[in-house]
């Protein structure tokens, strides 16, 4: 195994501009700064918030780092052994119920932005051996949610109506596109809620959450070379919110297939995609707790109708020499 010393939230399409608010960060309603102190949220401190370009492409990366001294980093999430750690993946910090210090496997990190990333990629960072970070092999394959808010359109003069709220979630694309991709089951939780949210309320122990009314839905999330409507799960259905909703949340838990495969094409044999067998479901990998903000104005624009939060719960990472892939546990 291999202690992560940080963690890198890469946003493709998105300016520095478009960041709000990230978990952890200074102005918050909770203690920041680095280390475990009481009520400490995320052992990294305020992350650095970095634009880059390649190309006609751009985007900012989000990171939050561990400190080299020249012999050791001060701070890093430890690599857990499986089965020997379990968290519903929103509650690391010490406020959430679990004693968070150094020997917790586990962290949170999020960002507020003013609207969605074109592509959104997450990722351990590990020393390289030479005390310098690196993205190598630590992607996480966690797919981030992309909302839709479609304002309702209604008469001239009339009162505004509710919108119509989309999260879209797609299955990661595998290298061989000639066959099915790794199948993972995702739990879905939708809260509607009637004041907007922040970023610090996506997390464990926020009883305004936790005591609304939550639908619960499992999906099987798995890519098909044959169908490029595949390997997407809708959260909507393209039904207008309640009359007062002032934020839509989505909590999204990722667990890994634990049944069988077709030898051939690798896709996942189950009875039902929607209604899982306990011996389908195998480890917990982690999950994203998302939100969407939304401000009805007269004349709604894309950048300005939802404010975006996304919170990633994630346990340690487990580096595999075979293959040099990744798992999370």
């Not at 680095?34 to 918030?49: D, K, L, N």
């Not at 990366?61 to 701070?75: E, L, P």
């Not at 299955?171 to 004041?195: R, S």
């Not at 094409?265 to 039902?272: F, G, I, Q, R």
Request: charged fraction near 15%; glycine fraction near 14%; proline fraction near 7%.
């Amino acid at each position: 195994g291999s202690t992560a010393h940080g963690f890198e939230i890469e946003l493709e399409g998105l300016h520095s501009s478009d960041i709000t608010d990230t978990f952890g960060g200074a102005g918050r309603g909770f203690p920041t700064g680095r280390g475990f102190g009481a009520g400490s949220v995320e052992r990294y401190g305020s992350p650095s918030i970095t634009e880059y370009t390649n190309g006609a492409i751009f985007g900012t990366r989000v990171t939050y780092f561990g400190i080299y001294d020249g012999t050791s980093w001060d701070f890093g999430t430890p690599t857990v052994p499986v089965g020997q750690f379990a968290t519903p993946g929103d509650n690391c910090w010490s406020g959430g119920g679990l004693g968070y210090n150094a020997n917790t496997p586990c962290d949170h990190f999020g960002v507020g932005t003013r609207k969605n990333a074109t592509k959104t990629t997450y990722t351990w960072l590990h020393d390289n051996g030479a005390g310098e970070l690196t993205g190598a092999n630590g992607v996480v394959s966690l797919p981030a949610p992309v909302w839709n808010v479609v304002p309702a359109v209604v008469p001239v003069g009339a009162p505004p109506a509710p919108p119509v709220v989309q999260a879209v979630i797609e299955a990661p694309v595998p290298e061989n596109e000639a066959q099915f991709g790794e199948a993972i089951w995702v739990k879905v939780f939708t809260t509607e809620l009637e004041d907007e949210v922040a970023l610090e309320q996506l997390i464990g122990g926020n009883p305004v959450i936790d005591g609304a009314v939550t639908e619960v839905e499992w999906q099987l999330l798995q890519f098909d070379p044959g169908n490029p409507d595949s390997g997407k799960l809708e959260s909507g259905y393209g039904a207008p919110v309640g009359p007062n909703a002032a934020s839509i949340i989505r909590r999204y838990e990722f667990y890994k297939y634990a049944g069988e495969y077709n030898a051939e094409d690798h896709e996942a044999l189950v009875s039902s995609d929607s209604n899982p067998l306990d011996s389908e479901i195998g480890t917990y990998i982690g999950a994203q707790n998302a939100a969407a903000n939304l401000a009805v104005v007269a004349v709604p624009e894309p950048e300005t109708y939802a404010m975006l939060l996304v919170g990633v719960g994630l346990i340690g990472l487990r580096l595999r020499k075979r293959g040099r892939t990744l798992s999370l546990n």
